[in-house]
C-alpha cells in the first residue's frame, strides 16, 4: 500500500512539474485594443453662429413701361449669422437636419445715373437682413482621433428683407422708399467642415457654407410716375465661416471589450 501511495505522489510530482514547464515556455498573451468608433443612430441638437462674407450684388431700378437703370460699383456689407437645428445620424456615414438661420441686416450701395444731377450719380442704399430654413444632408467622410470631416448639400427657403432704402442725390431732395418688404425665395447651400468629439455626446463643428439667398426688392419709390417702380438687389450669394456645437441623444463613441488571444508556442515536457 506505501509502494502504491508514493507511486501516486511521484506521478503527481511529475504532472505539475510537466504544467509549470510548459505554461513558462509559452508566450505572454496579447492584449488587441479596438480603437473608439462612433455609434451610430441617434437624436440631435445643434446650434451654430458665424460670419457671412456677401459677394458683390447686381442693383437696378426697375419701373414698368421703362427700361432699367442699371447700378454700377454694387457691393453689401459682411454680417454675422446665429442658428439652430434638429437632425438624426443614420448611420456612421450620413445623417441629415433641419436648420433655421438669422442673418443680420447688411448695408447694400450702389451708383445710378442721376438724368437731373449734372452728370452726377446718386446713392442708392438699402438694409437687408435674411431668414432661412433648410434641409440639409451630410456625408461624413471617417473618424480620426475624434475628429470627422464631412461635406454636405442643402436646399430651402429664404425670407428676404428690405428697409431704410434711400436714394441720395446731389443737390435735390432724397429720394425715399417708405416701409420694408420682405420676399420668400429659393435658397440652396453647399458646405464642408469638420466634427470634433468632445466627450460621448457633445462635439464642436466648424465648417464652411456658400449660400445663395436670392434677391431682394425693395418698397415701392415714392415719386416715380407708375407707383410701380423699385430697386432690385440681385444675385445674393454668401460665404458663411460657421462654429457650432451639437448635442446627440443616445449616441457618443463606444468602446468594445479588447481581444484577448493566446499565441500558440512549442510545447515543453519534463519527461
Given at each position: 500500500?506505501?509502494?502504491?501511495?508514493?507511486?501516486?505522489s511521484?506521478?503527481?510530482?511529475?504532472?505539475?512539474?510537466?504544467t509549470?514547464?510548459?505554461?513558462?515556455?509559452?508566450?505572454?498573451?496579447?492584449?488587441?485594443?479596438?480603437?473608439?468608433?462612433?455609434?451610430?443612430?441617434?437624436?440631435?441638437?445643434?446650434?451654430?453662429?458665424?460670419y457671412?462674407?456677401?459677394?458683390?450684388?447686381?442693383?437696378?431700378?426697375?419701373?414698368?413701361?421703362?427700361?432699367?437703370?442699371?447700378f454700377?460699383?454694387?457691393?453689401?456689407?459682411?454680417?454675422?449669422?446665429?442658428g439652430?437645428g434638429?437632425?438624426?445620424?443614420?448611420?456612421r456615414?450620413?445623417?441629415?437636419?433641419?436648420?433655421l438661420?438669422?442673418?443680420?441686416?447688411?448695408?447694400?450701395?450702389?451708383?445710378?445715373?442721376?438724368?437731373?444731377?449734372?452728370?452726377?450719380q446718386?446713392?442708392?442704399?438699402?438694409?437687408?437682413?435674411?431668414?432661412?430654413?433648410?434641409?440639409?444632408?451630410?456625408?461624413?467622410?471617417?473618424?480620426?482621433?475624434?475628429?470627422?470631416?464631412?461635406?454636405?448639400?442643402?436646399?430651402?427657403?429664404?425670407?428676404?428683407?428690405?428697409?431704410?432704402?434711400?436714394?441720395?442725390?446731389?443737390?435735390?431732395?432724397?429720394?425715399?422708399?417708405?416701409?420694408?418688404?420682405?420676399?420668400?425665395?429659393?435658397?440652396?447651400?453647399?458646405?464642408?467642415?469638420?466634427?470634433?468629439?468632445?466627450?460621448?455626446?457633445?462635439?464642436?463643428?466648424?465648417?464652411?457654407?456658400?449660400?445663395?439667398?436670392?434677391?431682394?426688392?425693395?418698397?415701392?419709390?415714392?415719386n416715380?410716375?407708375?407707383?410701380?417702380?423699385?430697386?432690385?438687389?440681385e444675385?445674393?450669394?454668401?460665404?458663411?465661416?460657421?462654429?457650432?456645437?451639437?448635442?446627440?441623444?443616445?449616441?457618443?463613441?463606444?468602446?468594445?471589450?479588447?481581444v484577448?488571444?493566446?499565441?500558440?508556442g512549442?510545447?515543453?515536457?519534463?519527461f
Amino acid at each position: 500500500m506505501n509502494l502504491f501511495f508514493k507511486r501516486l505522489s511521484l506521478t503527481g510530482f511529475a504532472v505539475a512539474l510537466s504544467t509549470a514547464g510548459y505554461a513558462a515556455d509559452l508566450p505572454a498573451p496579447v492584449i488587441e485594443h479596438i480603437p473608439e468608433v462612433p455609434a451610430v443612430g441617434g437624436l440631435y441638437l445643434r446650434g451654430d453662429i458665424g460670419y457671412k462674407i456677401y459677394s458683390d450684388p447686381t442693383g437696378s431700378f426697375q419701373e414698368p413701361g421703362a427700361s432699367d437703370l442699371r447700378f454700377t460699383g454694387e457691393s453689401l456689407d459682411n454680417a454675422w449669422m446665429i442658428g439652430v437645428g434638429v437632425g438624426y445620424q443614420f448611420n456612421r456615414y450620413l445623417r441629415a437636419d433641419i436648420t433655421l438661420d438669422y442673418e443680420t441686416p447688411a448695408e447694400a450701395k450702389g451708383y445710378a445715373d442721376c438724368g437731373t444731377c449734372s452728370g452726377l450719380q446718386s446713392e442708392e442704399y438699402a438694409d437687408i437682413d435674411v431668414w432661412t430654413t433648410m434641409v440639409n444632408a451630410y456625408i461624413d467622410l471617417g473618424t480620426w482621433n475624434r475628429i470627422t470631416p464631412y461635406v454636405g448639400a442643402g436646399i430651402g427657403a429664404a425670407y428676404v428683407r428690405t428697409d431704410n432704402a434711400v436714394s441720395i442725390n446731389p443737390g435735390q431732395a432724397d429720394g425715399v422708399y417708405r416701409g420694408t418688404n420682405g420676399e420668400w425665395n429659393f435658397a440652396w447651400a453647399l458646405m464642408a467642415g469638420a466634427e470634433y468629439a468632445v466627450n460621448n455626446n457633445f462635439s464642436i463643428d466648424a465648417g464652411y457654407r456658400y449660400k445663395d439667398l436670392g434677391d431682394a426688392r425693395t418698397v415701392v419709390y415714392d415719386n416715380v410716375r407708375t407707383g410701380q417702380g423699385r430697386v432690385h438687389w440681385e444675385d445674393l450669394t454668401a460665404h458663411e465661416f460657421r462654429l457650432g456645437a451639437r448635442y446627440s441623444f443616445n449616441s457618443g463613441f463606444a468602446t468594445p471589450a479588447p481581444v484577448v488571444y493566446q499565441p500558440q508556442g512549442p510545447i515543453s515536457s519534463n519527461f
